[in-house]
């Protein structure tokens, strides 16, 4: 796991080994989230470096392998656990999955209670709310279905998710991990680019990456300097928008 200095673009390494992390997120204290492939489990990276195990099994059977991750304004955590990890030895390690399925959970603030939110998507991947949180927008990965993203209403408090609509298909390519602004644009990977999406699911630009994109994410003392993760390197683009807090 490298870490980037905006302050002078220095890179150095953050946690090795990183146990396969992939997807990471922040929540409102300041603190590092992140899945872990091949442990199998996400944790927090407390302020004193300590690393503390938030899930790591649901119902008594391990997880698959969390992918990505946001957090809720209610401190509550929300994650995908797809199966890359476990399919071979290049993400993590290949073993028997032990959940039914590819499910996206939430993890309560209070209880720590792990509950299974979603369980209609393929391979559910990357996730973000809406400004508003009405919204939980989930891209699906999954290689017999299309590459899509849906929209799910966030019903009875953020405690239950309604019935999704299809929000955008992936013109190239697939949508791995996106993050929203503060007037609710999606900016997403997509294949060897970063698709950028009102709303209503207007297309509104392309921004030209070369590479596959895996993740973004907003960054900079104002949040208008979109981070790109590519296949082999971390590329950057100052926006004329704002990232949503969590978002």
Known sequence: M???????????????PSNNANGHTVDRQGRLVSCEHLTRR???TEHDGSITVLADRF??????????????????IWFTDPAYGIDSDYEGIRAEQEQAACYLFRLDPETGALTRMLSDRDRPNGLAFSPDERLLYV???????????HAYPVLDGGTRLGAPRLFATCPAGKFDGF??????NIWTSGGTAVLCYAPDGTHLGTIPVGEIVA????????????YICGQTSLYSIFLKTNGNPGG
């Not at 490298?2 to 946690?15: A, I, L, N, Q, W």
């Not at 891209?139 to 993203?149: E, H, L, M, R």
């Not at 993050?179 to 609710?184: E, L, N, Q, T, W």
């Open 179 to 184: 993050r929203v602004d503060i007037a609710g």
């Open 139 to 149: 891209a699906d990965t999954g290689s017999d279905v299309p590459p899509t993203i």
């Open 215 to 226: 993740n973004v994410c907003f960054g900079g003392p104002r949040r208008n300097r979109l």
């Open 59 to 76: 119902e008594g059977k391990r997880l698959n392998s969390p992918n990505d991750i946001v957090v809720k304004s209610d401190g509550s």
């Open 42 to 44: 996400v944790t927090r």
């Open 2 to 16: 490298m870490r980037f200095d905006e302050t002078d673009g220095s890179v150095s390494v953050f946690r090795q």
